[in-house]
């Protein structure tokens, strides 16, 4: 079992910063990769951004250049995966969800809501 517990969403004006980490704990030996999606109300949940172990990124077409994902590092069994949100746009406030990838299984996290004011 993996567990994913996120932090550092909140509110922001447009055009903002906001930094997400995702802590994952529990069997995580087995982690091929980690991810960050969004989900607006009413709409599905789409990729933002997602590393490999080896450090391959995957970026959504609309945040390229303005969102960052970290590589993924590894401490007393632990693995952190950070999402750099630059720019930020009114319309990507959402729940934004860690979820990482374990021998064909996704885990995910509780979500973490990021608000931005126009």
């Known amino acids: 079992q993996v567990q994913l517990v996120e932090s550092g969403g909140g509110l922001v004006q447009a055009g903002g910063s906001l930094r997400l980490s995702c802590a994952a704990s529990?069997?995580?030996?087995?982690?091929?990769?980690m991810g960050w999606y969004r989900q607006a109300p009413g709409k599905q949940r789409d990729l933002v951004a997602f590393i490999s172990l080896g450090g391959t990124t995957n970026y959504a077409d609309s945040v390229k250049g303005r969102f960052t994902i970290a590589s993924i590092t590894r401490d007393n069994n632990k693995n952190t995966v950070l999402l750099q949100m630059n720019g930020l746009k009114a319309e990507e406030a959402a729940v934004y969800y860690c979820?990482?990838?374990?021998?064909?299984?996704?885990?995910w996290g509780q979500g973490t809501q990021v608000t931005v004011s126009s």
């Open positions: 979820s990482a990838d374990q021998w064909g299984y996704e885990y």
């Open positions: 529990g069997s995580t030996s087995g982690i091929s990769g």
